[in-house]
């Protein structure tokens, strides 16, 4: 069997190329691609937790065990002592010769906002975790990180982000850079944990997740659908692959996939447009959007490529009329902040378009950019991550953080205003109502 799994590797190895990863443009050397092994002896010691928001007040605890166990989850207001539980589900997925453990999930709530709970999983009295519930109303803080997967600049950018406060963590796509050999994501799920057991992290797709081989294993996104379920069904979408929820009362977040159809008419079209006119501007002054391939980039990197441009001509419209105020995207993996932008031009009603695709990935800096566009207002490729503190109803900031010597280095900033509140831009009529 280790000999069939080795030869199974090499040729994904051979694959991954050809299936969305670009190489021609050069990089500097990363550092080094680190691996997390499970250090549990017990086969029932809950591993790789992770929450996500679901609702109002919800909280959804994911978690792995290597073999089958209890479901639920114990928590409460006071370290080891459990006033509530829920019983969860579990399940499993094979990927060619792979299968993977017991991935078990658990809504708990309704819980109090900006409140720590303490919990367990699966009763295992030697492992108790704590989260930090969203807060009911401004200011929230969102870390916004790209393109992570598990080098020695992810665990830089990583120790960077738990000590900046922040309230949840948005990722625009590539989160382990497994690329089909499924042992990755377990790993991806261990290094993570510290961090996202404590705030819920809601992510969406990026290329490196869809793992599909033509002959081998169909089925898209296998991986990433198991693992990494989000609020879809909340939002009324009908894939886990696309969706949106509130926080703190005045934000609404939009996450997009740039590897599924979006062309008009497609489910995701669909689902966007009705869900952007839900949007009462009034009560949600702040929107934004999040999707892997990004519509506007200057550097070398991933131009012209099908998911940035005709997503971008079939929903740019939708996101401009709507008054949109910030799309994050990865992919490039360098920083690029845009102007406010409606079909390659300034626009001040047009949201402003950030890249951000530096986490820390196995691939590499995309170090060459095009000659400048007036459109783009500060480029340059280094690892790191953004802060986004939105403080009131009406401002909002913007800090990129560059990994400088493993010290953050807070290199580009922003105020931002909602459009909401801009007099020049009220949104389009069919999104106030």
């Given at each position: 069997m280790a000999s069939f799994i080795a030869i199974v590797f090499v040729f994904?190895?051979?694959?991954?190329?050809?299936?969305?990863?670009?190489?021609?443009?050069d990089r500097p050397p990363p550092r080094e691609t680190l691996y997390f092994p499970s250090n549990f002896v017990d086969s029932t010691t809950p591993q790789q937790v992770h929450v996500s928001k679901v609702g109002i007040d919800k909280m959804r605890i994911s978690w792995i065990t290597h073999k089958r166990t209890s479901s639920k989850v114990e928590y409460g207001t006071r370290s080891k002592v459990y006033d509530s539980f829920v019983e969860g589900s579990a399940s499993s997925y094979k990927y060619v010769a792979y299968k993977s453990g017991q991935i078990h999930e658990a809504v708990i709530g309704p819980l109090a906002p900006n409140t720590v709970y303490y919990y367990r999983c699966s009763g295992h009295a030697?492992?108790?975790?704590?989260?930090?519930?969203?807060?009911?109303?401004?200011?929230?803080?969102?870390?916004?990180?790209?393109?992570?997967?598990?080098?020695?600049?992810?665990?830089?950018?990583?120790?960077?982000?738990?000590?900046?406060?922040?309230?949840?963590?948005?990722?625009?796509?590539?989160?382990s850079y497994a690329d089909c050999w499924q042992p990755r994501w377990d790993s991806f799920g261990r290094m993570v944990e510290p961090l996202a057991s404590q705030r819920p992290w809601m992510v969406t797709t990026g290329n490196h997740e869809v793992e599909k081989l033509p002959l081998v294993h169909n089925t898209p996104f296998t991986a990433?659908?198991?693992?990494?379920?989000?609020?879809?069904?909340?939002?009324?979408?009908?894939?886990n692959l696309f969706y949106s929820f509130n926080v703190a009362s005045s934000v609404h977040v939009i996450m997009l996939g740039s590897y599924t159809s979006f062309a008009t008419g497609s489910s995701q079209y669909n689902w966007l447009e009705q869900d952007l006119k839900r949007i009462d501007r009034k009560r949600t002054p702040w929107v934004f959007v999040l999707l892997h391939a990004p519509w506007y980039n200057?550097?070398?990197?991933?131009?012209?490529?099908?998911?940035?441009?005709?997503?971008?001509?079939?929903?740019?419209?939708l996101l401009y009329e709507a008054k949109v105020d910030v799309v994050f995207t990865g992919h490039v993996h360098a920083y690029e902040r845009f102007t406010r932008v409606y079909e390659g031009k300034a626009n001040k009603c047009g949201p402003i378009h950030i890249t951000i695709g530096d986490g820390g990935n196995r691939e590499g800096l995309a170090s060459t950019f095009l000659e400048k566009q007036t459109i783009s207002m500060f480029r340059e490729a280094s690892f790191g991550h953004g802060e986004l503190s939105v403080v009131n109803t009406t401002h909002a900031q913007w800090i990129w953080n560059r990994n400088q010597d493993d010290q953050p280095v807070s290199t580009d900033s922003l105020w931002l205003t909602s459009l909401a509140y801009d007099t020049n831009c009220i949104p389009h009529q069919s999104y106030t109502e």
């Open positions: 994904l190895s051979m694959w991954a190329p050809l299936s969305g990863r670009v190489s021609s443009y030697s492992r108790e975790f704590h989260l930090k519930t969203t807060p009911a109303q401004l200011p929230i803080k969102f870390v916004v990180a790209g393109d992570l997967g598990q080098t020695g600049w992810t665990k830089t950018t990583l120790e960077h982000i738990s000590k900046s406060n922040y309230d949840m963590l948005l990722l625009p796509g590539d989160l990433y659908n198991a693992r990494w379920r989000m609020p879809y069904k909340e939002s009324g979408s009908p894939s200057s550097n070398k990197a991933h131009q012209g490529e099908k998911e940035s441009v005709n997503m971008r001509f079939a929903m740019e419209k």
